[in-house]
């Protein structure tokens, strides 16, 4: 079934895979890709070493990109990577235009000369910011983006610093703009994908619920602890830019505590060693030294499956 979505990215259906940090990798983006969906390249994918160097990033996307190409043939995105110094974001944009990646995804930054540049290659946007507002959706669209990823507070990974749940944030930014709107945050299972588009959105926008996949780079055990937990099991604490949520563990328990006994929020953020501790958590399955990001639509998750088989069921509704 088409809609706007569809045709924006020319994809079957109106189903994007979120970036998951180290948790993708191009095995994983060109299967989602493959069923149907659009699965996106984000910072560190199939990366053991987590590197903070502009250069290095693109040209390790560089490589993953021309991997996904050889596993398939649907239209992939690539995220741009928002640096301080917008020098090395451009090199990035360059480079994905050399590579042909026919959709990228902005995080938040609205740069004149990159939406430009990116127009001019006949290249779509995806703009998601992190805190999605009326005001960034306006001027995102007036910019030319071709897509807005509204999210909701329900969302795994960095949350939205202002607490507005998936269900309130969606129908605001429906509201708002004229390009189609994606929902994100909390989408758990075919309940949530048909409220989001009750509340307007075209498509929607996954991380947690493809976690507990075979192609995902997850460890198995970390797998497991997913489909046997619920969403009121997570811990939520204080941290930079403002939330943070994990299943229990060591860490995650020493991070709540410091939230209750009143530690800044930039001391938290050092103790939770975001990327490291998340790969450490996640991908090595130390779950009680690292920490495990889900969102609050794991609840429904019942078995690990293929990515297929997750994409079939969530857009059951959305058969060719
Ligand atoms: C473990 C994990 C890591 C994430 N890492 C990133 C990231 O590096 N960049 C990004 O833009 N979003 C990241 N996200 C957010 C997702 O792309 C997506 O917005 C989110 O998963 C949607 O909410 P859901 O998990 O409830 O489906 C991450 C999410 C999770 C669960």
Redesign the pocket.
């Known amino acids: 079934m088409k809609n706007r979505v569809t045709e924006i990215f020319n994809i079957e259906k109106p189903f994007i895979q ?4 180290s ?1 993708t990798n191009p095995e994983f983006i060109a299967s989602v890709s493959e069923a149907g969906g659009l699965g996106i390249l ?2 560190n994918a199939g990366e053991a070493r987590i590197t903070r160097s502009p250069i290095e990033t693109t040209e390790r996307m560089r490589k993953e990109i021309k991997k996904i190409k050889q596993l398939t043939n649907k239209p992939f995105a690539s ?1 741009i990577m928002v640096s301080e110094d917008l020098t090395y974001t451009y090199y990035i944009v360059d480079m994905l235009i050399e590579e042909n990646v026919p959709v990228v995804l902005i ?1 938040g930054l609205l740069d004149e000369e990159i939406f430009k540049k990116l127009k001019q290659n006949d290249m779509k946007i995806i703009f998601r910011p992190l805190t999605p507002t009326t005001a960034n959706a306006k001027a995102s669209e007036a910019m030319g983006a071709d897509v807005f990823v509204a ?1 909701g507070f ?4 960095t949350v939205p610093e202002r607490v507005i749940g998936t269900f309130s944030i969606v129908p605001m930014i429906v509201d708002a703009v004229s390009i189609p709107v994606i929902a ?4 758990g299972d075919v309940r949530g994908v048909r409220a989001s588009f009750s509340l307007g959105a075209e498509g929607v ?5 493809l976690i507990p996949t075979f192609e995902n780079p997850a460890a198995e055990n970390v797998k497991q602890y997913i489909v046997n937990s619920k969403a009121e099991d997570l811990i939520l604490f204080r941290t930079l830019p403002a939330y943070y949520r994990s299943l229990p563990g060591k860490l995650a328990r020493e991070l709540e505590a410091m939230d209750k006994n009143g530690e800044t929020n930039e001391n938290i953020a050092k103790h939770m060693g975001a990327g490291k501790n ?1 790969r450490l958590g ?1 991908v090595e399955g130390d779950t009680e030294n690292g920490y495990v ?3 609050t ?1 794991i609840s429904p998750i019942q078995s690990i499956r293929s990515v297929k088989a997750v994409i079939d069921d969530l857009m059951q509704d959305f058969k060719n």
């Not at 979120?18 to 940090?21: D, H, V």
């Not at 926008?205 to 619920?209: A, K, L, M, Q, R």
């Open positions: 979120g970036p998951l940090n948790l984000g910072p995220t995080n999210t329900d969302e795994g990974g994100a945050g909390g989408i926008y996954v991380g947690s619920v998340m996640m990001s889900v969102g639509g």
